[in-house]
Nanobody, 119 residues
């Protein structure tokens, strides 16, 4: 099994910042990509940011220039630095890990961490 654990969510005022962390552990041999998705109430889950093992980064248009994804390869950890937060960023943020196990592949999700942006 691959375990994915997020942390760092919380309540922040508009214009504030938060840093999310996600650590992958367990039966994973190599990681192809790690990323963050979010789901707001009544909306579909959407990609926020994704970082591949080759260094390719994708951001949702709505977060470009405000969010930054980075990774600690040695610890299978990915971070999401979120700046200039606004109420539209309120959502549950989920970490996704795609990789290879010793046998087969994995496409694993964390349990999610709540981010609330409110005055």
């Amino acid at each position: 099994q691959v375990k994915v654990v997020e942390s760092g969510g919380g309540l922040v005022r508009p214009g504030g910042s938060l840093r999310l962390s996600c650590a992958a552990s367990g039966n994973i041999f190599s990681i192809f990509a790690m990323g963050w998705h979010r789901q707001a109430p009544g909306k579909q889950r959407e990609l926020v940011a994704r970082l591949s093992s080759s260094g390719i980064i994708n951001y949702a248009d709505s977060v470009k220039g405000r969010f930054a994804i980075s990774r600690d390869n040695a610890n299978n950890t990915v971070y999401l630095q979120m700046n200039s937060l606004n109420p539209e960023d309120t959502a549950v943020y989920y970490c996704n890990v795609v990789g290879r196990r010793l046998i087969g592949t994995c496409d694993s999700w964390g349990q999610g961490t709540q981010v609330t942006v409110s005055a």
